[in-house]
């Protein structure tokens, strides 16, 4: 029933237009008809080359996402090597403190055990000193008691031979000259002067020198 009263629709606007209206109308039809027959091949072109397209875009979307997956997975990595690195960096920067600071102190405990040995050395060189000055005072002393001893002996021999009374003809022997200047020699290294020079020395070489 519905057909038909489209039917009649269809009949009474046909018959409201002219037979050149309708003819237009019908070759109107036939070109949309044709060009959608000529054009179909390049429709389907078309619609295959924007599938693919398409296809070729999500693709490149798959690849890019595959891309930045792995820039996201590098930069991580990257990331956990610069901490790595950071790590090993505060790892040796703090066992090089740590010998450097036990280097410090090795060098502080040398520092202060040359300081000790100098403060040694330095007593050391005072007690040396201390022990040469009494060695030298008991060596002058020695010389001294030893240079007094010669003189008293030298002294004895000079009042017996130059005394008239006990030596009137003011000679003495070899043996007791050559005794004598034996003792003046030792009186001299001893640092023996004075009145022995200068009394005793010429009186003696005036006494006479005989055999017996």
Not at 2 to 14: G, H, M, P, R, T
Not at 43 to 67: G, H, P, V, W
Not at 109 to 118: G, Y
Request: charged letters at 35%; a negative charge.
């Amino acid at each position: 029933m519905e057909a038909i009263f489209k039917s009649q629709a269809a009949l009474d606007v046909l018959s409201g237009i002219s037979l050149a209206e309708f003819f237009v109308f019908i070759a109107l039809i036939a070109g949309i008809a044709f060009a959608a027959y000529k054009g179909k091949d390049k429709i389907t072109s078309f619609l295959e080359n924007y599938r693919k397209k398409e296809n070729s875009k999500e693709d490149m979307m798959k690849q890019i996402k595959a891309c930045n997956a792995k820039i996201e997975a590098l930069e991580k990595h990257h990331e956990e090597d610069v901490h790595t690195f950071e790590d090993k960096q505060l790892k040796y920067r703090q066992q090089s403190l740590n010998k450097q600071d036990m280097i410090d102190r090795r060098f502080d405990n040398v520092d202060i055990r040359f300081d000790k040995m100098e403060a040694m050395m330095e007593e050391l060189k005072e007690l040396v000193a201390k022990q040469n000055e009494t060695i030298a005072s008991h060596y002058r002393e020695t010389e001294r008691l030893k240079c007094n001893e010669l003189r008293e002996k030298l002294v004895a021999q000079y009042r017996h031979f130059t005394s008239l009374e006990m030596n009137p003809r003011q000679e003495w022997t070899i043996l007791d000259a050559e005794t004598f200047w034996e003792l003046f020699a030792d009186y001299e290294k001893y640092g023996g002067n004075g009145f022995m020079h200068s009394t005793v020395k010429p009186a003696m070489e005036k006494l006479k020198v005989i055999s017996f």
